[in-house]
């Protein structure tokens, strides 16, 4: 026997429903579309690049504007190029930022 679940008034109508899924969809695809530039990194990404910590590169997103928030793809997205400017500024590059 299939048990079937009770719409309740928080369920959205059909055409609600639609709608969120293709917002979900968009905020995919807008995700994605961030991650191709070459120039951004995640903050993982940037953390094993530059040889320090994910906290650390996310605390430098906010206090030196290296990068920010997306809320689209729920990560912090880090520019090569200004990492690359910071570290510079703070000594030797490492070499998988060369």
Do not use: N
Not at 3 to 12: A, E, I, N
Not at 21 to 50: C, P
């Amino acid at each position: 026997m299939t048990m079937t679940r009770r719409k309740t008034k928080r369920d959205p109508p059909a055409a609600d429903a639609a709608a969120i899924d293709q917002l979900l969809l968009l905020r995919i695809m807008f995700a994605a579309l961030a991650l191709v530039d070459d120039d951004m990194l995640t903050a993982g990404q940037a953390a094993e690049a530059a040889g320090v910590d994910a906290k650390t590169v996310k605390r430098w997103c906010v206090e030196h504007g290296v990068g920010h928030f997306d809320s689209c793809s729920r990560r912090y997205l880090v520019s090569r190029r200004r990492l690359r400017a910071l570290l510079e500024s703070r000594g030797p590059l490492p070499a998988a930022l060369r």
